[in-house]
């Protein structure tokens, strides 16, 4: 069987200016990630991120201190490849479109609770929604994004992506047979931690989820556990 494992990306900068970019408990949760990844996996046979900052130097981060290499079967390296369609949901889009918070005017859990009513909205309106992307467009731009993954790994390959919650939520999501109602994407999205480590296998059967947000590697390290 092959294996992906999907990466949520460290601890943005919640309340600053410039929002994706770690914090610095974010590069340490990326470290982490790097270590742990070390442990339990061989060589990457693909290594992929989204394109937005905070995906990118979770990538880079994890992958320098896992020191195991991206390596093809001819043994040449690979690269990490950036693919937009690892990137996560316009969180302004659907706030401008559903609610009327915003980050700079409100609190963490404020924010929180209006973005989760927001994102419920979304969810509910569907293909007819007023946002750029739609949820139902959201969910397929992503599975399309891991079906390529899946397709470039050989037999016994692994690959992983550094990502985001609501993109793990949404393939977790459908893997689990329950995209299209919505429900399930927001009590996953809602509980993925920054850097949990959520693992897929594919074989004859198909793609299963195996393990979903795992953070076991935080516990009494030197690292903080954060969902937001």
């Not at 294996?3 to 410039?18: I, K, N, T, Y």
């Not at 690892?86 to 706030?95: K, S």
């Not at 891991?146 to 016994?156: R, T, W, Y």
């Amino acid at each position: 069987m092959g294996a992906v494992f999907l990466v949520r990306h460290g601890q943005a900068s919640f309340g600053e200016a410039d929002y994706d970019r770690l914090s610095e408990p974010g590069r340490e949760q990326a470290v982490a990630v790097g270590a742990e990844l070390a442990r339990r996996t061989g060589p990457f046979a693909s290594v992929r991120c989204g394109s937005l900052a905070r995906q990118r130097d979770t990538a880079t981060l994890a992958l320098g201190a896992a020191g195991t290499p991206a390596v093809a079967p001819s043994g040449v390296a690979y690269e990490l490849v950036e693919d937009f369609r690892w990137n996560e949901y316009d969180h302004i889009d659907v706030l401008t479109h559903h609610s009327p918070v915003r980050r700079e005017e409100t609190e963490p859990r404020a924010f929180q609770a209006g973005l989760d009513a927001a994102l419920a909205d979304w969810v509910a309106a569907g293909e007819d929604g007023p946002c750029a992307e739609t949820f139902p467009a959201f969910a397929a731009r992503t599975r399309a994004a891991l079906d390529e993954v899946i397709a470039s790994l050989g037999k016994g390959e692994q690959g992983v992506v550094f990502t985001s919650g609501g993109v793990i939520g949404v393939l977790c999501a459908g893997l689990l047979g329950s995209a299209a109602s919505g429900h399930t994407f927001l009590a996953l999205q809602r509980v993925t931690v920054n850097g949990g480590i959520t693992k897929l296998v594919s074989g004859r059967g198909g793609v299963h989820l195996l393990s979903f947000n795992e953070h076991a590697h935080f516990d009494g390290g030197p690292a903080p556990l954060t969902y937001r």
